[in-house]
């Protein structure tokens, strides 16, 4: 639709109600070119651009209804009043398609079997510990375990976490181990103790308060 987007606008540029759109636009992307052109890990340019989208959804319905016009206007057989509608429509059509086809691809179907990772974990665990883990959600909804997320920190500070938030274990997940933790998997501090804990890429420790 980019290109019926930028003719909608285009036809409507001197109309005061998308002075803000144009604004918004512009400065957006001035300010994320030259005053933080660095990418960021959060995607800056796309979280403020997604104000954007319901005004160029809108253009773009405007624009495919223009481009039906110009065409009719050089085409004896367009009938606008029927074009506009069959090409509107498809067009509506074809992006529910698009975004049912996408956005159905990554769909996880509810389950209660427990995960592997997640029963040998609780098997291991006396009753009433808490860990400290890559997804305290996850843990809480497979085995009822409270805990807290494995922070982007130096490794020291898991014993401060545990007196804070009565904590018990800790759980390194090599492929989601933030990177100031990464040294504490081959050189775990003195105040963890290893647990057996049979799970490819993660180790378990009981952290001595």
């Known amino acids: 639709m980019a290109p019926l987007m930028l003719i909608g606008l285009w036809r409507r540029r001197k109309q005061p109600f998308l002075a803000p759109f144009w604004v918004y636009a512009l400065g957006l992307h001035v300010a994320m070119t030259l005053v933080f ?3 960021g890990a959060r995607g800056g340019l796309f979280h403020g651009a997604a104000a954007l989208w319901p005004w160029w959804a809108a ?5 495919c ?8 206007k050089r085409r004896k057989s367009w009938n606008p009043r029927v074009a506009i509608p069959i090409f509107t429509f498809s067009l509506a059509g074809f992006a529910i398609f698009l975004s049912l086809a996408i956005g159905t691809r990554g769909i996880v179907l509810p389950t209660t079997a427990v995960p ?6 609780d098997a291991a665990l006396p009753d009433g510990a808490r860990v400290l883990i890559n997804d305290p959600a996850a843990l809480y909804y497979f085995t009822r375990r409270g805990g807290a997320a494995v922070p982007n920190s130096d ?4 014993r401060v976490l545990a007196e804070r938030y009565d904590l018990d274990y800790v759980v390194f997940e090599y492929r989601g181990l933030p990177t100031p933790m990464l040294n ?4 775990p501090p003195a105040f963890l103790t290893p647990m057996e804990f049979n ?8 952290i001595v308060r």
């Open 116 to 121: 592997a990772f997640y029963a040998e974990l």
């Open 65 to 72: 209804e223009d481009m039906v016009r110009w065409v009719a």
């Open 155 to 158: 490794p020291d500070v898991i």
């Open 184 to 187: 504490a998997w081959d050189h």
């Open 37 to 39: 052109p660095f990418p």
């Open 59 to 63: 253009l773009g319905v405007l624009g």
């Open 199 to 206: 799970q490819p890429e993660a180790k378990l420790y009981a």
